[in-house]
């Protein structure tokens, strides 16, 4: 402990040395209640932050005080996620809940720094290293760039964040492939497959796919009850679309036998789904069965039988707004630039 004496030394050191301005700087900084050298410090870095001026230093400790407040709002990227998918689902189709699960786990995984991140305080120059990390192909990516611009999205409305990062991202560019149609030896072979394939518990769905164009996720939510024969059409609920609206779908002269004569020879009821149960791997299997299989580097074009028809209607009905309605679009644009193999 100093004595009384040494402190009147001290004060008149100091008096001597300083001007009474430097004086009630020294007091102020000691007031802070922390060590001097330690709260000038601070003092020097608000004012390097202003460029040398106060009025300035003052605005950034201000911005900076309201950045930690509104970063304490904030959650996690894993909580973001955890509310992105609470909210969609009910409301969103299953698939496309599932997608988004699966996308931002991959997300977690392949970048374990992300999952505790604060949302608040990604920048999207992170966003574009992680997505080039988590992913490898450009069509990949681009499904990854949406996955988290829907994370940020829910945390904008939740208040967690002010802005969405990944907008300044910039999409990948996908090189679309040659649209891939079935041959006439090829579509006979599959019709082929699919009538012996367990008693041709398949070739309805084959067959509305290949004659009608029905995408494979509508024709899994097909049931008799929509097929319309005396009418000549195929209802699409909207609960079933792919776009969320109903539509009906001719039913071609070729589409019209098959459906007539497997109702004929398993009578199903109205409530009864066009696909047999465990669809995806019937349907797998019979593509093996009828010749494709990746393993022989000859793999099954998801949408090669949506492509065969649209391709196969507009050589003979020459009308791209028939076909856009058969299809279920809302503009023949993407029939023009990569539906049709001409």
């Given at each position: 402990m100093r004595t009384q004496k040494e402190n009147q030394m001290t004060k008149g050191l100091e008096n001597s040395l300083m001007s009474r301005s430097e004086w009630a700087a020294l007091e102020v900084l000691r007031s802070t209640g922390k060590e001097v050298l330690e709260a000038a410090l601070v003092a020097k870095a608000a004012l390097k932050s202003g460029h040398g001026s106060v009025k300035r230093a003052y605005e950034c400790l201000a911005i900076g005080e309201e950045e930690l407040r509104q970063r304490r709002k904030t959650v996690t990227f894993r909580k973001a996620v955890e509310e992105a998918l609470h909210e969609r689902v009910g409301t969103r189709r299953k698939r496309t809940v599932n997608d988004l699960r699966y996308l931002t786990r991959r997300f977690m995984t392949r970048c374990p720094e992300l999952a505790q991140r604060r949302v608040r305080t990604v920048r999207p120059e992170e966003c574009a290293i992680w997505i080039k990390k988590a992913f490898d192909t450009p069509s990949q990516r681009k499904k990854a760039r949406a996955a988290l611009s829907c994370v940020f999205s829910t945390a904008i409305r939740h208040g967690w964040r002010a802005d969405n990062p990944v907008r300044l991202v910039q999409p990948p560019v996908v090189r679309e492939k040659r649209i891939c149609v079935l041959t006439r030896e090829e579509t006979e072979?599959?019709?082929?497959?699919?009538?012996?394939?367990?008693?041709?518990?398949?070739?309805?769905?084959?067959?509305?796919?290949?004659?009608?164009?029905?995408?494979?996720?509508?024709?899994?939510?097909?049931?008799?009850?929509?097929?319309?024969?005396?009418?000549?059409?195929?209802?699409?609920?909207?609960?079933?679309?792919?776009?969320?609206?109903?539509?009906?779908?001719?039913?071609?002269?070729?589409?019209?036998?098959?459906?007539?004569?497997?109702?004929?020879?398993?009578?199903?009821?109205?409530?009864?789904?066009?696909?047999?149960?465990?669809?995806?791997?019937?349907?797998?299997?019979?593509?093996?069965?009828?010749?494709?299989?990746?393993?022989?580097?000859?793999?099954?074009?998801?949408?090669?039988?949506?492509?065969?028809?649209?391709?196969?209607?507009?050589?003979?009905?020459?009308?791209?707004?028939?076909?856009?309605?058969?299809?279920?679009?809302?503009?023949?644009?993407?029939?023009?630039?990569?539906?049709?193999?001409?």
């Amino acid at each position: 402990m100093r004595t009384q004496k040494e402190n009147q030394m001290t004060k008149g050191l100091e008096n001597s040395l300083m001007s009474r301005s430097e004086w009630a700087a020294l007091e102020v900084l000691r007031s802070t209640g922390k060590e001097v050298l330690e709260a000038a410090l601070v003092a020097k870095a608000a004012l390097k932050s202003g460029h040398g001026s106060v009025k300035r230093a003052y605005e950034c400790l201000a911005i900076g005080e309201e950045e930690l407040r509104q970063r304490r709002k904030t959650v996690t990227f894993r909580k973001a996620v955890e509310e992105a998918l609470h909210e969609r689902v009910g409301t969103r189709r299953k698939r496309t809940v599932n997608d988004l699960r699966y996308l931002t786990r991959r997300f977690m995984t392949r970048c374990p720094e992300l999952a505790q991140r604060r949302v608040r305080t990604v920048r999207p120059e992170e966003c574009a290293i992680w997505i080039k990390k988590a992913f490898d192909t450009p069509s990949q990516r681009k499904k990854a760039r949406a996955a988290l611009s829907c994370v940020f999205s829910t945390a904008i409305r939740h208040g967690w964040r002010a802005d969405n990062p990944v907008r300044l991202v910039q999409p990948p560019v996908v090189r679309e492939k040659r649209i891939c149609v079935l041959t006439r030896e090829e579509t006979e072979r599959l019709l082929s497959a699919a009538a012996e394939y367990r008693n041709g518990i398949c070739l309805p769905a084959t067959a509305v796919m290949l004659y009608a164009g029905v995408r494979p996720n509508e024709v899994a939510r097909l049931t008799w009850e929509q097929v319309h024969m005396k009418a000549g059409v195929i209802s699409i609920l909207p609960e079933h679309s792919k776009t969320g609206g109903s539509r009906h779908v001719t039913i071609q002269p070729e589409l019209a036998r098959v459906l007539a004569r497997s109702w004929r020879h398993t009578k199903p009821r109205a409530s009864q789904k066009i696909c047999p149960r465990n669809w995806t791997r019937h349907w797998t299997q019979l593509h093996r069965e009828a010749g494709w299989d990746a393993r022989q580097h000859k793999p099954w074009q998801p949408d090669v039988l949506r492509h065969t028809f649209a391709t196969r209607h507009l050589k003979t009905h020459r009308s791209y707004t028939l076909l856009q309605y058969e299809m279920g679009h809302c503009s023949n644009n993407l029939l023009r630039t990569r539906y049709i193999a001409l």
